[in-house]
């Protein structure tokens, strides 16, 4: 089935430590994204990416970081810099139509919840 | 910036009753709509989408949406609730501006059915 795979489920990350939370997506979508869900702040856009090896940051990118070496995965990373990381992840791909925009919709993995040791 | 407001945070119905979910969004131009919702436990899901033509959208599992451009509010709505219809729901728009082909989305507004 295609679809997008988060992983792991849950994380915990202890004080100044990096974690990396895994997307990989088998939907041959060219654009790919990471949002952070916090209660009552809806879906917060932290990077994306439209092309491989092309990323831009979204409205929180402070303290992550991202890499797009391939077209089926888009890795993020919370840095020690992030300091209210415990949050839900949620990541997300879409395809890109032959205009710059796409009039396509998201569609979702089911999440990674990171929690502070 | 471009911003989607949803005006209830949560929203109690009991079964059978009409739903109404307020959203509007900032963007003046052209503008993609979306609604999404998002069970408990599972993933979010497209729920349906606006993109032209018709402003009264239909999608999945009898929900449909009404875009007014005059009002910059694309509403949610669903003529009789169930039970399974308890979910978080998030509107969200992308706008052919400087974002091109991100989502904004909305807060979300949290519905509880009581059976």
């Known amino acids: 089935d295609g679809g997008i795979t988060q992983s792991p489920k849950y994380l915990f990350r202890k004080e100044g430590q990096n974690v990396t939370l895994s997307c990989e997506q088998n939907?041959?979508?060219?654009?790919m994204y990471w949002y952070r869900q916090d209660p009552g702040q809806g879906l917060r856009l932290i990077y994306y990416?439209?092309?491989?090896?092309?990323?831009q940051k979204g409205d929180i990118a402070e303290g992550y970081s991202v890499s797009r070496e391939k077209k089926e995965s888009f890795p993020l990373t919370v840095t020690s810099a992030q300091k209210n990381p415990t949050a839900f992840y949620l990541c997300?791909?879409?395809?890109?139509?032959?205009?710059?925009?796409?009039?396509?919709?998201?569609?979702f993995g089911d999440g990674t919840r990171l929690s502070i040791l | 910036a471009q911003s989607v407001s949803q005006h209830n945070h949560h929203v109690i119905l009991s079964e059978a009753a009409s739903l109404e979910l307020g959203c509007n969004y900032s963007y003046g131009g052209t503008v993609n709509l979306f609604w999404y919702v998002q069970y408990p436990g599972q993933h979010l899901q497209l729920l349906l989408k606006y993109f032209s033509g018709d402003p009264l959208v239909k999608g999945i599992k009898g929900f449909e949406a009404e875009f007014i451009k005059s009002k910059f509010s694309f509403n949610l709505r669903k003529p009789s609730v169930q039970w399974s219809d308890t979910a978080e729901y998030f509107c969200a728009s992308r706008g052919y501006g400087g974002s091109q082909g991100n989502l904004i989305f909305g807060k979300g507004t949290k519905l509880s059915v009581k059976p």
């Open positions: 990416s439209q092309i491989v090896n092309d990323f």
């Open positions: 939907l041959n979508h060219d654009a």
């Open positions: 997300a791909s879409s395809g890109i139509g032959g205009a710059a925009v796409s009039n396509q919709p998201q569609h």
